[in-house]
């Protein structure tokens, strides 16, 4: 696939996936208690790709749901095999990942998203956690904002563990947080004097580190002895 090649169709765009959005920040707001801050930091009508720690289901509908423009988005192949998962991830569309491997067709898709100016909306971690620590980031997310040369806004998401659904459901009403950090780029990878693929891990982990400085310290998992808060950020 060359990078002009990925396309999004009209009724998607235009119909399908904005009433799925509204649908999720519908269900969100009636059984979630749900807090947002930082939606002034998104700059809307750019290529930026949008970071975001992976806890469980939760985060892409969470997310995309309450971000001020629609993003594309890349999900694990395995996704779009899921009962009930499989249902909206067809719906919705998106990048699908093959996980454990060189998958060169989605860094083709990705750029072409961003290189459109479009944004795009990942998770550095590449699958779930399924529990609040966060785990290194795979390089990945580097690979893609060095080729594309756009900026990365880095989301942390606190309260979407496994449970939520369970909780829910039973209206408990949990808490939900979504704290949007200021957009920033990374260091050119020939620029930080060490091995490329020890460059990429580098980049990878400084967004994963912006993210620990947005979530509370249970979710800041293997960064938790060195996140960068907002406030620092600014410097």
Known sequence: ?????????????????????????????????????????????????????????????????????????????????????GILANLYGGIRAHRGEVDRELFEAALAVLRSGRPLMMAPEGGR???????????????????ACVPVIPVGVV????????????????????????P???PPLDSLGISRREARQHNADLVMRHIAGLVTEEYRGVYADNPIFPEEADH
Request: charged share 20%.
């Open 1 to 85: 696939m060359s990078v002009s090649e990925y396309t999004v169709p009209f009724w998607r765009q235009r119909i399908t996936r904005p009433l799925m959005m509204a649908g999720f920040r519908g269900i969100f707001h009636l059984l979630v208690s749900v807090k947002i801050t930082g939606k002034e930091n998104v700059p809307l009508g750019q290529a930026y790709v949008v970071a975001v720690n992976h806890v469980s289901t939760f985060e892409a509908p969470l997310v995309g749901g309450f971000w001020p423009e629609l993003c594309e988005a890349i999900g694990a192949v395995e996704v779009w095999h899921r009962p009930g998962q």
């Open 129 to 147: 956690s399924h529990k609040p620590g966060m785990r290194q980031a795979r390089a990945g997310i580097a690979i893609i904002l060095d080729e």
């Open 159 to 182: 309260g979407t563990t496994d449970d939520l659904w369970q909780k829910a459901s039973h209206f408990k009403r949990p808490h939900v947080e979504m704290h949007i950090g200021k």
């Open 184 to 186: 920033f780029r990374l």
